[in-house]
């Protein structure tokens, strides 16, 4: 985790009640993945040896493990996950407000409003939301555990399928997130430096009225919020395109190693090395590899976004240790 994140987290006093809520999240996909996958393998299995009058059984079955799975990770996400998030919230809010009392006058004037009024709403929800906000870190340690999990017993299946599979994955991986995504972070810090320009000139055009019709220069701020409002467009934009660019290479590598996948395991099933069903169990893990690396592309270009908020309030809140 970014150590600017597990500063927050600890002068929140909230970095031990995060940690349980991931650990306990963390089973989810890996035990979801197993259960579609073995299951899979069965209905096919059945279908083959001509056995239609288990199916249904296996079917309830599959409902009835998926139903406390997925009750499973709802009651961790309404209790402890709220609650956190909440409390994470409150306590940032908080602190940043604490920290603008304590301001003498001059301290006061050398920020903007925009500042203060930035950090208290739009720093403190990214900052949230890089924690527990969806395809963010949360969900990113989640696909990382089903990720590594499902590569375990892809080995144990069949090793050059799984080497197969992750050699169309990772140069696209590391392509994405060491180059592509690099420049996301700096293009949101910007869009954040601009913004406050751009509450800033709010603020005036709304608390100044009367004296920008004196001095008639209301054409002048009108084109102000203009100009910022566009530069907010244009670096947030920046940044979009390149997790655009990010989401058509991981579709690319996606179906490329689907594709591979399927010419190689039709000559294996040839070569009575394995079965159809086996070859679907493989498929199933493969696809839920691909879908956790896809989690983790957009997780971290998210959290690329979001870490400036983080930044921003921890150069607010100072680095004192609550807990």
Not at 33 to 44: E, P, T
Not at 47 to 66: D, G, H, T, Y
Not at 69 to 88: C, D, E, P, Q, R
Not at 195 to 213: A, F
């Amino acid at each position: 985790m970014n150590k600017e994140v597990i500063k927050m987290l600890k002068v929140c006093g909230v970095w031990k009640m995060f940690l349980i809520m991931l650990i306990l999240r963390s089973p989810f996909d890996i035990l979801n993945s197993v259960i579609k996958a073995n299951l899979m393998q069965c209905f096919i299995h059945m279908i083959r040896q001509n056995q239609k009058e288990n199916l249904w059984f296996n079917v309830v079955l599959f409902f009835a493990l998926s139903a406390l799975l997925f009750g499973y990770n709802m009651s961790i996400w309404s209790t402890i996950a709220v609650k956190t998030t909440v409390l994470l919230q409150t306590k940032l809010r908080k602190k940043i407000y604490e920290k603008i009392l304590d301001l003498s006058p001059r301290e006061m004037s050398e920020e903007s409003k925009g500042d203060w009024f930035t950090a208290l709403n739009n720093d403190v929800d990214n900052a949230c939301a890089y924690l527990t906000s969806p395809l963010n870190y949360m969900h990113m340690v989640i696909a990382l555990v089903n990720l590594v999990l499902s590569s375990i017993i892809m080995i144990f299946l069949n090793v050059e399928l799984y080497v197969i599979g992750i050699c169309c994955l990772l140069p696209f991986f590391f392509l994405n997130v060491m180059v592509i995504s690099r420049k996301i972070t700096f293009f949101k810090e910007r869009a954040k430096k601009t913004l406050v320009k751009y509450t800033d000139w709010i603020e005036v055009s709304l608390k100044e009225k009367s004296l920008l019709s004196v001095y008639d220069a209301k054409e002048f701020v009108y084109e102000k919020i203009e100009k910022q409002s566009l530069n907010i467009l244009k670096e947030n934009m920046k940044a979009h395109n390149r997790m655009c660019i990010c989401n058509a290479l991981y579709a690319f590598s996606g179906m490329l190693g689907y594709l591979l996948l399927l010419f190689r395991g039709s000559d294996i099933i040839e070569e009575d090395k394995t079965d159809l069903a086996g070859l679907t169990k493989m498929t199933q893990y493969r696809s839920e590899t691909v879908r956790s690396v896809n989690c983790i592309y957009s997780s971290v270009n998210n959290m690329n976004a979001s870490i400036v908020g983080v930044r921003r309030i921890n150069e607010i809140i100072g680095g004192e240790n609550n807990g």
